[in-house]
Structure formats: C-alpha cells, structure tokens
C-alpha cells in the first residue's frame, strides 16, 4: 500500500480485508508507536475493499524482518503475542471465527510437483472457485495423476468446507495401489503422512464407508448404497468379471430404487480415475446420485463422452507425447511378429489328434478329427489354441532380445527386460507360461528355467497383488502373463516390453495397457532389478497380433434399458426358474440364451458336436425351447404371471424338459462357456521386425529441428553451410545439451539407431556400442548425413588411423617417435569429443599437456592440435 492514510500491506481473504501488516526496519524495536500506527489502520478501513466486520479490520501484524508480533482486535485489552511464523488464512479465519469456502486455501508450493501436476491443481482450484462441479484433468499415464488426487483432496479437506472423499477407481488391483499412495503422501503442512491425519478406507466392508477418504470400485459402492451385504469375495476374480461385463458393452443401465442408505451429500468431492463406464454407463446413475459433490475427473484417454460428462471443463491437457518430450515418459517403438497362423488361420488335418477342454473345468477329451477343420485368426487362442503358434512367436520374440532390442546389452538370460505379455484368457495364459519355460530352458544350468523366471498374472494365481509387486523389485521374475489385471493403472516402471498375443479393439484399454511400458527408471533403480541395464530409454510394444496395425473403436454409452435390474446370468436364471419365478421377462431371457447357444454350434466345424450330443442325448435342442417360449407369447396364450407362488404350470410346461433335466442344464451352461482345442498343425514366422513408421516419424522431427535451428545453434550453422571452420568440443557439447533439451529422446545411440533402422540402402553403418557409442564427433557425421551433405553416415573412428597418418604426412611433416606418441593421444580425445584447445588439453590431461607443451613448445602445439582437429574431424 501507499500513503500515510495506509498500512504496508493488507492481507485479503475472499476479497475481504482481514489483516494489517505494519513492515518496518531490522532497527526498528516495534515499540508502542507502530502499535499505535497500525491499530489506526484497522479501525479507519478505506472505503474502497470489502471488510468481515462493519468498520474494522479485525487482525494486525507487525514486522521487522526477526520478529512477527499480532493482535486479535477482537477482543478488547488483548496484548500483542509474538509468533514462531505467520499465520496462514486458516488460522486467521478460525481466529475471527468466520468460515469461507475456499478463502482458506494457502498459496500452492511448485517445489516437488511436476508442472503438470502444479498446473492441474492450481486449475482445479480456480475452476471450483467459478462455480464449476465437473472438471477434467487429463494427463498421460506416468504423469502422477494419483499423487495429483492425493494433493487435492488434502488441501480441500484441509482449508475447506469438504468433509468425506470419495476415490473411485475401476479395479481392486488399483484401489489397494491408491489406497497406499494415499496413505504415504505427506506434501502437508509438517510433512505428516495423509493417514496419520485423515482415516482412509478400501472399501471391502460396509463400516469402510465411514471414514474420510473412501478407495472403491463403483461396483461395490453401489452395493453399499442400496443396502446390500459386501460379502468377501476373491477380488482378482471381481476384477476379471467386470473387464469381461465391459467388453461385452452390455445394454443394462443400473438404476438406484427408493430406498438408498446414504445422503447425497455424503461425498462433497469424488474423484474418478479411469473409470470410463462408471461415468457415463451402466453405472451412470450411481454418481449422478451424489449431485451436490465436485467431481475432479483424471484420464489418460479421455473419450467424447467424458468430454461430454464434464461439460469440456478441461483443467489441464497433457498428452504422452508432453509426457515424452518432458523426459517423465519414455517413448515406445513397435517390434512386430507374424506368423502364418496368426495372419491366415489354420487348418486340423483329418486324423490329426485334437485335446478339447470346457471351459472353467480341466477335463480334457481328446478325440480324432474325422474331416480337415479350419480356423481363422479370430477363433486363434479363444477357441482353438496353436502350440507351434506360441511356441514360433515366443522364439522370435527371444532371438530378438539381445540382437534387435538390446544388442548392447551383456548376453544375461536370468536378466531379460522385464516384460509383460498380455494373453486372451486364463487357459491361453497357462499356455504360454509352459511354452516361455521350454523355449528358454536350454539358457540355463540343467536345462531347467528359474522357478519365478515367468510367472501368470490371472483371478487364478493365488497371490495376484503379491506377484505384481515382486514383477516391481525381483531380480528373479522376468516375464509376466496377464490377462487384464495388469492392463491398467498398475505402475512397474522397470517394465522394458508390452507384448500383445492379445488383439484389443478399444482405444481405451489398448492406451492403458501400453501405458504399462512407458513410465521412466533411474539408472540406479533399473540396474537393481536388471542388473546389465544401463538405462530405460525407451520400451517396446511386441505385437504379435497386429494389435499396432488396425483402428481402435471409442466405447460409448450403453442405450438405456427399462426395469434398472441387472440381467441374469444364464446359471443365475436356470436356479429362478426352478423356483417358479416365471416372469415374461425370465422366459424371453432364457429364450435368448437358448436360441443364441443354437445358433453357435449348429455350423461350427470344431465344437457342432457338442450341440449333436445335446439333442441326442436329452431329445430336444435348445432352440425347441426358444421357439415355445417365442410362440406361446406370439400367439398370446400365455397366461399371466403374478408371483412365484401362484399356478405357473402352464409356463412351466413350456420349459419343463430343461428346467427338469439336472444334465440338460449343466450341458447347456457347458457350452454357454465354450471350449477350447489344442491345435498341433504347425507354423512359421514370416515377419520379425521394427515398425518403421515410428523411427520415420522420430527422423522428421529430428531432421525438422536441424532445420529450424541450422541459423541459431553455431555447430549446426558451420556443417549446414560447409564453412572451413573446426567443430570444438564447446560446439558439440552446446549441440549436445540443445538437443536434449528438445527432447530427452535425441540422445546419439537413438538417433543413429532410427536412421540404421530406416536404411535400405547400406548407407547407415552399424554403430561400435561397446566402445565410442556416446563420442561427441557421432554428431558431426549425424548432422552431415541430415543435411545431405556427407551420402552415407558412418563413423569417423572408420578409417581414423589412415587419417591420422595423413596428418603425419602433410607437407612433409617429420615426426620424432615420442612427437608422434604425444599426437596420437592427443588425436583421440579429438575424435572422440571434437577438437580442443591447449587449455583444454590442460584440465582433460595435465600429464600429456605438460610433455606437449616440453616438446614442441606452446605455440607449435596450438599450431599441430589445429592441423590434426582439421584431418580428423574434416574427412568424412
């Protein structure tokens, strides 16, 4: 403030002045005159601002740079008090004993956050602030979206009015994740973890509804809502199901009913992570019913519909290609397998031996195929699983570790990268843990792979949030096989490989599942768990499907369905009509699921018999009761249904054959749930390789940087325009460090390695990795080819002795033998860093420059270190 009429500063909270400050001097001791001063200005307020009490600012400060001294105006005879730190608005609002909604809220510290992170909440904020209840924040994967979750939920639960939080998230794999961040986070106030301050609850028991920040899937929310028991239950199993009811995109909407056990109002803030369907599907009506609560949206891969549900309210925007360029992601590159079978499909030879096992049960038959069946690409893994298929695609996959995707590395087996391979269900994930462990036995002392070397990821391992733990830290465990428990949210940064033998067709889940590779590593923390790591520079998507290959579709809402009860399974709907419950809506249930079972297999090569065997054995098929059922309602003879406990036996009779026939029953739920054969036609692979479209992609860019900066970066400038100028280690370094700066991704072993990718030409040489891979002059060469002016990128350490030679030669240069000696060692740190100059020399090797300096004399140092940097570093 200014003027005599004015304190130094006034502090404001919701516009409304609340504090005085009176700023003086070190020397000055903040005597009865400042107090005086200051006082007046807290009882004559300008007319100008807003005040909390008619005519009076109620608070005063006075400081002097070692001491904070205030009064409460409050209260009347009150003393000054000397304070150990300022208040923060929190304390003043309690101290005047007035509430504000946001006026609380201390100013956001950057240190420690990510400026994605800080941006997002400091949005978030603002937009709540305005009014708005629904906003979205979307940030990549990897990008600290949960840390994010954590910081705004302390800060409103602890500078405002919000009271309960609610987290939901769409597996209980993530929730137990959330639940420990959440419980460790201590960006607050004395650095005091979250559950040291608040209760957090995973809720798996309904008294788990009754703490402060609440972990849960929508599933069991509604669950709690409605008044239903939350039974125990395994919840890798859960989470299976409900991957599988949202592939499915089932056309049911849940609907609330009457009698609801909680108030709208319990949640004042929810925060929906990832949970796509939950926002606008099935589940829509569950969130719509806490209609008072703010909701913070977080997503990776936001759709129209999210768009949508949080009005285009988007906090912030922050995309992987962000995340990359940013260095908090690494980029991914494309390694591709095919194999004749996957592309085309097979043929079963008659006579060939067929293992044939339901579904959920292991009891295998095994018969001989009468006539030739074939199979497509389709039914490949789901129905028909192809030993030689898995066993070729796992084969390429091993041969291209260490010669494609890690030639750098030491040959390590029991070090593999830590990969992930995503399989089509639970019987084709066993099959490809049997068929990784005889591919990669014979690696291994006594032909036999280490015990946890791979290990399955499924509802049927035993310890699934165990697994994905040791996958984390293990040096022993290597490779992964899930199904959809590790295809979102859950964080293994050392993870190196993402290989599909799974085809997905959302954009959705197929960006979460990559997401899994892309999160970023020390050196220190990698070579921890893969011990001849050197860094995590980028990770790779195996597709063994041709999952990188076709369009994604965006899921949608489902369309609303009328009644608000969920549908029946088929073995959940056999056990109500056996108990009379024979409602038009039962009957025309079962009719569908008969009439759809028929339909399967009365075409189906491969698994028709079943459906043979049913009408044999029982007398009818199951579309003999769709059809009943179909005509007793077409022909409007079907009497009407009340309750269970009426005469229903004239719709019995139209079911009677099934519902009474106990092995009709189970056969029918049987091939409801499919089956799978064990192929033994063989395979081959007929494509293993990069996909060139990403190196071509990184190569523009890269060359399109060259192009803008070929005036502005002196290195660039001198190559670009061929001046007869000498590149020094101070050009390369500034060459070095701009690029990165660009992106952390333009590193010399990635750049060259794109463009060796790229060459079809035999222009590109293959680079020394073991010896000059990070030498400075590599730049020079990279830049040359970029800009056209050298036709081929090769190194200049080829033919670096021809060279040096030449340089002894010119003008008939004559050399002692201990002269000679000293250049050659010079001569390498030229080739390798660029050229120096003799205080260069000086601090990089003392020893050589003081014998230089001995032996040929400064300025005929300067003079040879000149022409030699010119020969090496000129000659391409």
Same mark, same amino acid.
């Given at each position: ?299 990776? +891969? ?68 009468? *006539? ?175 999952? +990188? ?46 009439? +759809? ?212 030669? *010119? ?66």
């Amino acid at each position: 403030m200014q003027g005599n009429t004015e304190s130094d500063y006034l502090l404001f909270v919701e516009d409304k002045a609340i504090a005085v400050v009176e700023a003086k001097k070190e020397s000055d001791p903040l005597g009865k005159e400042v107090e005086k001063q200051a006082e007046r200005y807290a009882v004559h307020p300008q007319s100008w601002y807003g005040l909390w009490f008619e005519g009076l600012i109620p608070l005063v400060y006075m400081a002097n740079g070692n001491k904070i001294c205030y009064k409460n105006m409050l209260i009347s005879d009150s003393e000054y008090e000397e304070l150990t730190e300022m208040h923060s608005p929190k304390k003043m609002l309690q101290i005047i004993n007035k509430v504000s909604e946001y006026g609380a809220l201390p100013r956001l510290e950057k240190r420690g956050l990510r400026d994605c992170q800080y941006d997002a909440e400091i949005e978030f904020e603002k937009s709540i602030k305005a009014g708005n209840k629904k906003n979205l924040a979307v940030l990549a994967t990897g990008a600290g979206k949960t840390y994010l979750a954590c910081l705004a939920s302390y800060r409103l639960l602890n500078y405002t009015s919000v009271k309960r939080i609610l987290f939901l998230v769409d597996r209980n794999n993530l929730a137990r994740q959330t639940e420990s961040e959440f419980s460790l986070f201590d960006k607050t106030e004395n650095r005091q973890t979250m559950s040291s301050l608040y209760q957090i609850r995973r809720l798996k028991k309904e008294k788990d509804i009754k703490g402060d920040i609440i972990i849960s899937t929508i599933q069991k929310l509604f669950s709690v809502l409605t008044g239903q028991t939350l039974e125990e239950s395994n919840e890798d199993v859960e989470d299976e199901n409900i991957k599988k009811d949202e592939e499915q995109e089932s056309a049911e909407i849940i609907q609330l009913g009457n009698d609801l056990k909680l108030p709208s109002d319990y949640f004042q803030l929810i925060i929906v992570d990832e949970c796509h369907r939950s926002i606008y599907g099935k589940w829509k009506a569950v969130l719509d019913y806490f209609s008072d609560a703010k909701i913070l949206g977080l997503t990776a +891969t936001p759709t129209p519909e999210a768009y949508s549900f949080f009005n285009n309210n988007i906090i912030k925007m922050y995309t992987y290609d962000d995340s990359v360029v940013d260095g908090v992601n690494v980029p991914a590159r494309t390694y591709r397998i095919m194999t004749d079978v996957t592309e085309h499909g097979g043929i079963i030879e008659a006579g060939t031996e067929i293992i044939e096992t339901p579904r959920r049960r292991d009891e295998p038959v095994t018969y001989t195929a009468t *006539q030739p069946i074939e199979y497509t690409p389709i039914q490949l893994d789901r129905s028909v699983i192809n030993r030689d298929q898995i066993r070729k695609v796992l084969m390429a996959y091993k041969n291209a570790i260490y010669t494609e995707l890690y030639p750098e590395r030491e040959q390590k087996w029991e070090y593999i990268p830590k990969t992930l391979i995503f399989a089509k269900d639970d019987n084709h994930a066993t099959e490809i843990v049997d068929m990784t462990k005889e591919i990669f036995q014979n690696e291994f002392e006594n032909g036999k792979v280490p015990e946890n070397f791979v290990q399955k990821i499924t509802y049927s391992s035993e310890d699934s949030n165990g697994l994905i733990r040791d996958l984390r830290t293990e040096k022993d465990f290597r490779i992964a096989v899930t199904v959809t428990l590790v295809a979102t949210g859950t964080d293994v940064k050392p993870l190196e490989a993402v290989f599909f033998m799974k085809d997905v067709h959302s954009d959705v889940l197929y960006t979460q599942m990559k997401g899994r590779g892309c999160r970023i590593i020390s050196d220190d923390k990698l070579k921890e768990v893969t011990p001849n790591a050197d860094t995590k520079e980028c990770y790779y998507i195996v597709d063994a499907v041709g999952v +990188t290959e076709h369009e994604k579709n965006i899921p949608h809402p489902a369309a609303t369905s009328g009644g608000g009860k969920r549908t029946l399974s088929l073995e959940q709907l056999l056990e109500h009509l056996a108990h009379n419950e024979l409602s038009d809506e039962n009957l025309m249930l079962l009719r569908d699921y008969c009439a +759809t079972i028929n339909r399967r297999y009365e075409n189906d090569a491969l698994f028709g018999r079943h459906l043979d065997y049913f009408i044999t054995t029982y007398g009818f098929a199951p579309r003999t009761v769709a059809n009943d059922i179909n005509n007793a309602f077409s022909e409007g003879i079907m009497v009407e249904y009340i309750s269970p406990s009426r005469d229903n036996s004239m719709r019995m009779r139209l079911i009677y054959r099934l519902i009474s026939n106990i092995p009709a029953r189970k056969k029918l739920l049987e091939m409801q749930r499919g089956y799978y054969a064990i192929a033994s036609d063989k395979d081959k692979v007929i494509y293993a390789g990069f996909s060139k479209e990403s190196a071509k992609t990184y190569i523009e860019n890269f060359e399109k940087y060259l192009n803008e900066n070929r005036d502005s970066i002196e290195a660039l400038r001198i190559l670009y325009n061929s001046e007869d100028i000498i590149i020094t280690h101070t050009m390369l370094v500034e060459l070095r460090d701009r690029l990165l700066a660009e992106n952390k991704q333009y590193g010399i072993y990635q750049i060259w390695k794109n463009y060796k990718f790229l060459d079809s030409e035999g222009k590109v040489e293959e680079l020394d990795i073991k010896t000059n891979i990070n030498a400075l002059t590599h730049l020079i060469q990279i830049v040359r080819y970029a800009y056209k002016r050298n036709q081929k990128l090769t190194s200049l350490f080829t033919g670096y002795g021809q060279r040096f030679n030449l340089y002894c030669g *010119q003008n008939q240069r004559i050399l002692t033998i201990e002269q000679e000696q000293i250049m050659r060692q010079i001569a390498g740190y030229v080739i390798d860093a660029g050229a120096i100059s003799v205080a260069e020399l000086n601090e990089a090797d003392t020893d050589l420059w003081r014998k230089a300096v001995t032996i040929f004399g400064a300025s005929t140092l300067k003079e040879e270190m000149s022409a030699l940097s010119k020969i090496i570093l000129k000659v391409a």
